[in-house]
């Protein structure tokens, strides 16, 4: 799995970094075929008061990229958010990836035949 954590406007401590990564644990807890995850962290500074911190995530698996992003005013409640959002993402394309519609064992023969 290839990480990439960058920060825009922010420099990314390693408190952050290890932050994130103890987030992310989760997320590939869930699902271990992550190839690519690309995390930035950004301030936008617009007026004193209304400084935003955002989180965004592109998560890349076989067959399909995720992309989630979260923003509040504290950075770790956003990457808090951020994670929640992609942890359900995952799990829901997991679901989708498995075959639900198999035949039971009821409906088959000895011979491997459908009866």
Not at 59 to 82: N, P, R, T
Not at 93 to 110: C, P
Request: charged share 35%.
């Amino acid at each position: 799995m290839n990480l990439t954590i960058s920060g825009h406007h922010l420099e990314v401590t390693p408190a952050l970094r290890e932050y994130v990564l103890t987030k992310l644990d989760r997320v590939t807890r869930h699902f271990d075929q992550v190839v690519d995850v690309n995390v930035l962290l950004t301030v936008e500074k617009l007026k004193e008061k209304e400084r935003r911190q955002k989180a965004e995530v592109t998560l890349h698996v076989k067959g399909k990229d995720i992309f989630v992003e979260s923003a509040s005013e504290d950075l770790y409640a956003a990457i808090d958010q951020l994670m929640d959002k992609l942890d359900r993402q995952v799990v829901r394309h997991k679901d989708r990836l498995q075959d639900h519609h198999h035949e039971s064992h009821k409906r088959t023969d000895a011979a491997g035949g459908v009866v």
